[in-house]
């Protein structure tokens, strides 16, 4: 009676899993919103349907390129000219940023969007993230042709500009910036929103196995290759890609990380980074070399990554208890983020999710 029923549970065990359809694998990488694109799927849906999937991705990374880009980029517009589409010198976001201080601008839905969910943000963290600092981004073009530390008297010029209150949203997706002169910058939260919206294309098709990573903006759904959850690896900040300090799971979720490393510009020794404190005009200054934010929102992680290296850990922690406790509107609830401060004496501070955990790699890297 025993063997029957030990080969009973084996036919069963052999039988569920003869049933799991096979997945194939399809990746596609693009140049897009200034960086590199890579999405990464599994399935077990027809080849064609994954295809057009892609497709359909490639299609809207090019759409919201065209809408969010805030500078001129060669790439993204030779991309748009081999796709067969009409690619604009400018963006839409570049047009609005034109209309300044003259007249409302009606704009596409997804701007409209992510300018509501911008200021949202910008109000919860007391400018911390802030979408109208584009006049200080564009003084000091960190990462671009011409960068240079500005003047004092520069600096003290475009503070006026960088109030996000001046950004007035009305009925009908209009947009009037109030200020001649005032800028609009989404570079701290365009990508967690592109990966949100690609996620859900991937999900309309019946596609639910992915990892996107779009410049280093990880979203990861259902499981990879080995039926496993994904698992991520978070670098070391300072010596580069391939020196990783933690890992850990990561399953329908995104996961962000800003950090001073990323671009930056030396004068006289001193270092400054790309991370601004729009009260003040200059980098942020602390004792922190990044900041990492894991959530089921990619927009949201982005936002907090940035907004989390400003504000530093007490605001931070508070910041995060606070959207877990009530409902906001266009991202209503969402669970507790999780979120991971490195340190310059590389010691790293997890607070956020408890149901979190990480594994050391790098063993100079300690948990506080």
């Given amino acids: 009676m025993l063997k029957h029923l030990k080969f009973f549970f084996f036919f ?18 693009w140049f897009s919103l200034g960086t590199v694109c890579r999405v990464r799927i599994l399935t077990s849906e027809p080849k064609k349907k994954a295809e057009a999937a892609l497709e359909k991705v490639y299609e809207t990374l090019l759409r919201l390129d065209s809408i969010f880009n805030a500078n001129t980029d060669k790439l993204s517009v030779e991309n748009n000219n081999l796709k067969g589409l009409t690619a604009a010198e400018e963006s839409e976001l570049e047009r609005l940023n034109k209309a300044a201080g003259l007249s409302p601008m009606e704009v596409s839905p997804e701007l409209y969007e992510l300018l509501q969910i911008s200021l949202m943000m910008a109000e919860l963290t007391d400018g911390a993230f802030n979408p109208a600092i584009g006049p200080l981004v564009k003084i000091w073009n960190i990462g671009f042709e011409n960068e240079a530390v500005p003047s004092p008297d520069d600096i003290k010029r475009v503070l006026p500009l960088l109030d996000y209150k001046n950004i007035i949203l009305s009925d009908g997706n209009k ?3 109030q200020k001649e002169g005032m800028r609009l910058d989404l570079g701290g939260i365009a990508k967690g929103y592109a ?3 690609i996620a859900k294309i991937l999900l309309d098709y019946g596609i639910e196995d992915f990892l996107i990573d779009l410049g280093g903006n990880i979203l990861a759904s259902g499981k990879n290759p080995s039926w496993k959850t994904w698992k991520v690896a978070l670098r070391n900040p300072i010596i580069g890609r391939n020196n990783s300090v933690v890992s850990m799971d990561l399953q329908d ?4 990380t800003s950090g001073n490393y990323e671009r930056f510009i030396k004068k006289d020794g001193v270092l400054y980074h790309h991370i601004f404190d729009s009260k003040t005009g200059y980098p942020v200054q602390n004792d922190l070399n990044a900041v990492s934010i894991m959530s089921e929102s990619s927009a949201l992680a ?8 400003v504000l530093a850990e007490e605001k931070t922690r508070a910041l995060l208890q606070k959207l877990a406790a009530e409902e906001f509107p266009l991202i209503g609830r969402p669970k507790m983020p999780a979120c991971f401060l490195f340190y310059k004496d590389n010691s790293i501070s997890v607070f956020g999710n408890d149901e979190i955990s990480v594994e050391i790699i790098d063993k100079d890297f300690f948990i506080r």
């Fill in 12 to 29: 069963l065990v052999l039988l569920i899993f003869s049933c799991t359809p096979a997945r194939s694998e399809y990746s596609k990488t």
């Fill in 175 to 177: 947009v009037f910036l």
């Fill in 253 to 256: 979720a995104s996961l962000v």
């Fill in 302 to 309: 982005d936002a907090l990554s940035t907004s989390g290296y």
């Fill in 195 to 197: 990966a949100d919206k």
